[in-house]
């Protein structure tokens, strides 16, 4: 069983596009705090959302120095956003033996789109990202977490390798939608490094009943 752990912002959340978003921005001391403890841990997984520009200045350095991989799930619609990832930093991302993935245009849940809005979240970002990349595309990071099955249908259809939630359980190998742990702005080491041990454990039981309404409704 994997865990992916997803980080949001790194350092100081200046201006908040989303309300609570700052909650799931995380110290830089702590973050790379964080880092030092998953270091050689099997199984055990890593991505950033949502594009910010501290996924490059302060993410991926930190990767690097502890040999370290993750996968970058950005945004089409801030590539020239002075507050995040522009084609540049996604070339050196990828030149850097990262992995760029997709979290569509405009950060908005893909639930309940219309099929032209489908298209510019799940086809037409994709494009734009592999092009500034410079690279395929071939995941994608589900915005706020949110699905139900006519969506999973629409990026199947799609081609994506994988889709990544954010249902907090570990998933196994192969498994085409997979469950990440986001951490938050109060996360420890101790506290991630509880998530990984306790991978198992019955208290995600609640969160993979969560997941299968999601799946089926
Ligand atoms: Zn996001």
Redesign the pocket.
Known sequence: MTVEICFHGIGVCEREREAGEARYWMPEAEFLRVLDALVGLPDVTLSF??GNRSDIEIGLPALQERGLRATFFALAGRLDDAASLHPDDLRELAGAGMTVGT?GWD?IPWRGLTDHDAHRELIDARGALAEAAGTDVRTAAL??GRYDRRLLARLRGAGYDAVYSSDRLPFHDGTWLRARYSVTASDTPASVQRIIVDRSRSRDVRNRLVGAVKRLR
């Open positions: 959302d949502d979290h950060h915005p706020l």
